[in-house]
């Protein structure tokens, strides 16, 4: 079992930047790939980014690519989303996720085995 809880979001303007981290518990975070998900209002639930189980590898969406960065501190069973030069566009609920035991990094929902309440982001334009 591995509980998972963000924080750190907020209302922005567009062009702000915001850090969400997402604090777990349970043993075996460290050995599992985390992502970053968001869903926006009549929108799928989608990974903005995603990383393997040492925070080594990342991937992500193109729109985020530049902006956002990935991190994952299995010491301190932590996981963090920077986001910079934030755009409306940006805007919905942002989820922490940790694949099944043993998968490999995956921008697919399906694979997540644990996920956190999520934070909302709103960017003001």
């Known amino acids: 079992q591995v509980d998972l809880v963000e924080s750190g979001g907020g209302v922005v303007q567009a062009g702000g930047s915001l850090r969400l981290s997402c604090a777990a518990s349970?043993?075996?975070?460290?050995?599992?790939?985390m992502g970053w998900f968001r869903q926006a209002p009549g929108k799928e639930r989608e990974a903005v980014a995603v990383?393997?189980?040492?925070?080594?590898?990342?991937e992500y969406i193109d729109s985020v690519t530049g902006r956002f960065t990935i991190s994952k501190d299995n010491d301190n069973n932590m996981g963090y989303l920077q986001m910079n030069n934030l755009k409306s566009e940006d805007t919905g609920i942002y989820y922490c996720?940790?694949?099944?035991?043993?998968?490999?990094?995956?921008?697919?929902?399906?694979?997540?085995?644990?996920w956190g309440k999520g934070t909302q982001v709103t960017v003001s334009s």
């Open positions: 990383t393997s189980w040492s925070g080594g590898f990342t």
């Open positions: 996720a940790v694949t099944y035991y043993g998968r490999e990094i995956s921008t697919t929902p399906a694979l997540y085995e644990f």
């Open positions: 349970g043993r075996t975070f460290n050995s599992r790939a």
